[in-house]
């Protein structure tokens, strides 16, 4: 096994002190950010005290088998808001209509894993009735930005001739121009329902939720003629998880803490782009 050490801006004296913990053969600089520790210990003590170390120091970590690379992977698959970009859009919705803190709170309980997915995106969707669907070219313009590496990590994955897929259970108002804007190939969310220019509060069609997420991940490994095991996911919220799940490898971004649990890889403090550095 391999351990991959990165930060913001780490200080070389303190990564080397971690390193040690897992006894490494050999330590590589990966850059100025991030290091290679080859031939590491990664028992469950070792795995512990990296954890405990790496937190109190705000790195990320990754144990990754060693020789695995990004062209080991044919597909990429992220998650939308709080992922791929660093807002909520239905919470910044809900503020144009002075319902951001009710509407969050909900976000935030499902993205938890503690309120049911479909339940959780219809309770929020129908206190948006009656807003003027302008709000959503608003939040696109004033409010939506791409999460820190995101875009440095998309141009990785696509020269490496990785395929892309935006999964989310947002809205298709915001993936179709996400799609458009980075290039992604595939994209797949919800449709808000709109009839004379007024949201009505209302999803048109089925949610996509987080089997809706696995489903389309193996609908479109099926569509490339790859196995699920060639693809990487990322994501932050309970809805992810089985997307995560049925991946070669999954990537908990800045994420819930039952998400980073469950990941083989939690980026809690660098960009997006930290997985090409765990893959490098």
């Known amino acids: 096994m391999n351990l991959i050490l990165q930060g913001v801006s780490p200080a ?10 897992a006894s490494p053969a050999n330590i590589v600089s990966i850059n100025d950010r991030a290091w290679r520790c080859e ?3 990664s028992t469950s003590s070792v795995r512990d005290a990296i954890e405990a170390a790496c937190q109190a120091e705000q790195l990320d970590y990754a144990f990754i088998a060693a020789g695995k690379k990004l062209a080991d992977y044919k597909l990429v698959a992220m998650d939308m808001d709080s992922t791929l970009i660093t807002i909520e859009c239905i919470d910044e919705i809900a503020d144009m209509q002075g319902l951001k803190p009710q509407v969050a709170e909900i976000t ?22 009656g807003l003027d669907a302008q709000a959503l070219q608003r939040v696109y313009d004033e409010r939506l930005q ?28 915001f993936t179709d121009r996400m799609k458009t804007r980075c290039k992604i190939d595939y994209a797949h969310s919800n449709a ?8 009505t509060g209302k999803v048109i069609g089925n949610i996509v939720n987080a089997e809706e997420k696995r489903l389309t991940l193996l609908r479109v490994c099926e569509t490339l003629g790859i196995d699920p095991s060639q693809t990487i ?10 997307m995560m799940s049925a991946s070669g490898l999954s990537v908990a971004f800045h994420a819930k803490p039952a998400v980073r649990r469950a990941a083989a890889v939690a980026l809690n403090f660098v960009g997006l782009d930290g997985i090409l550095n765990v893959l490098a």
């Open 12 to 21: 070389t004296a303190t990564v080397e002190r971690i390193a040690a913990l």
């Open 39 to 41: 031939g590491v210990d």
């Open 146 to 173: 791409l999460s820190p590496g995101a875009e440095t990590m998309l141009q990785a994955v696509q020269a490496a001739g990785l395929k892309t897929l935006l999964v989310s259970g947002g809205f298709t108002f």
């Open 108 to 129: 935030e309980a499902a993205m938890r894993g503690e309120l049911d997915f479909n339940e959780s995106l219809t309770r929020r969707v129908a206190l948006l009735k």
């Open 192 to 199: 808000l329902d709109i009839v004379d220019g007024k949201l």
């Open 233 to 242: 996911t990322m994501g932050d919220g309970a809805n992810d998880l089985r």
